[in-house]
């Protein structure tokens, strides 16, 4: 394996590292809500907000800490950020009280904010052109793995020893820490070389704004969606509940595959050409859900699914390019604004459910803002590739 292969390895495994410990909290929560009972805390929303804080903390933590290594400020390095995430969560093991799991909730998305500009500067770093959108998709998949494990390793640890078992949460977090503690931790100061094909060698603000503008419409219906899934299937679809599950986690990893499709595809075509086709897909594949019958609706889902997480890695390598001098500000804004705007669609979609008096038209009224997204994206200023050959 080259240099290069390597250290996309290790920063992928620390991003899915990191991204792992995110969804602890919401599956931990029903072992904890007796606890919560006990102390006298028996509001859903209080026990909701242990869980949104960590979603919530990206959106701050993230574009100021990018704003800060971009100008040669102070950077944690990526060891020690999978190692204060991992190390915050495994402390729920012991610790019930709401108030003290709060700051650990709070100090686990700070450690994980703190990560991904640092990492994803790196790679902006080494990688060119022709091959970022393929190296920050890879970096991208080792996310989601991360991510999509966590539900199933914390419900086999809580079945086995109940919730003292999370503290051996801790030891993928050491392992991972230590192997990325032989390479290097932080960016170059210095910015990598713009592509002055693409941005003229000066930050785009107009073009970096827009994109926000879409990523934050993409992110809100896909995470608007999934929070409801489950309940929109089985209650309204008539769906069994095992085999709603089973989709829903299928929806979650054919984005994961599309990331990695779309991102490819973007390095050969164009990042506007792919950006546009993703956008636009996404529409009759969202609807498809609530129009089709079944099976069609739940094969609808899966390709939903694909459409709506396929430009997710591109977002970010588009803004990375059109602010050439200021990368990590562009990765923690492109990343964690629309990761904390998506932590409010679950409650004004339930909001506007209880307003509508139905839950599955509120949901598919979401296929407007994607509509939204193809008429945007049409206007991004960002040169088209394949239209230029």
């Known amino acids: 394996m080259n240099h290069l292969a390597k250290r996309i390895a290790v920063l992928a495994a620390g991003h899915g590292a990191v991204d792992f410990y995110l969804p602890v909290i919401s599956a931990a929560l029903p072992v904890l809500l007796p ?28 574009p100021v800490a990018g704003w800060i290594q971009d100008r040669g400020g102070w950077t944690l390095g990526t060891s020690w950020c999978v190692l204060m995430t991992a190390v915050a969560i495994s402390c729920f093991a012991f ?26 500067q790196q790679i902006y770093q080494f990688s060119t052109p022709t091959n970022r959108g393929t190296l920050l998709s890879l970096f991208s998949i ?37 192997i990325i503690s032989r390479f290097p931790q932080k960016p170059m100061h210095e910015p990598a070389v713009a592509d002055r094909s693409v941005s003229g060698g000066s930050a785009n603000w107009r073009c970096a704004g827009l994109m926000l503008g879409l990523s934050s419409l993409r992110t809100w219906v896909y995470y608007g969606f999934l ?9 309204y679809a008539g769906v069994e509940y095992f085999v709603a599950t089973l989709f829903v986690t299928g929806m979650f990893y054919a984005g994961m595959i599309a990331t990695l499709v779309a991102a490819v595809s973007s390095d050969k ?4 050409e792919v ?3 993703s956008y636009a897909c996404s529409v009759p594949a969202y609807l498809g859900i609530f129009l089709l019958p079944a099976p069609f609706s739940l094969l609808s889902l899966l390709a939903a699914g694909f459409f709506l997480m396929a430009p997710a890695t591109i977002e970010i390598a588009t803004v990375q390019e059109m602010m050439p001098g200021s990368v990590g500000l562009a990765s923690g804004i492109v990343i964690g604004i629309p990761l904390g705007v998506s932590a409010f669609a679950s409650l004004v979609i339930g909001v506007l459910a209880d307003i509508v008096g ?27 590739k394949l239209w230029s050959r």
């Open 35 to 62: 606890f919560f009972a006990a102390q006298g805390i028996t509001s859903y929303a209080m026990a909701g907000f242990l869980v949104t804080i960590i979603n919530i903390i990206p959106a701050v933590v993230q």
């Open 95 to 120: 610790v019930q009280n709401y108030w003290l799991l709060l700051g650990l909730a709070v100090v686990a998305g700070i450690g994980n904010s703190l990560f991904h500009p640092n990492a994803y």
């Open 142 to 178: 080792g996310g989601s793995f991360g991510y999509g494990a966590a539900p199933l390793v914390v419900g086999a640890l809580l079945v086995w020893a109940g919730l003292p078992a999370l503290i051996y949460l801790i030891i993928p977090g050491i392992i991972v820490a230590f």
């Open 227 to 235: 929070a409801f899934a489950t309940v929109y299937l089985t209650t």
């Open 269 to 272: 075509v164009g990042r506007k």
């Open 275 to 277: 950006l546009l086709i």
């Open 358 to 384: 139905s839950m599955p038209e509120v949901l598919m009224m979401q296929a407007i803002l994607m509509a939204a997204t193809v008429v945007l994206c049409i206007f991004l200023p960002y040169p088209l």
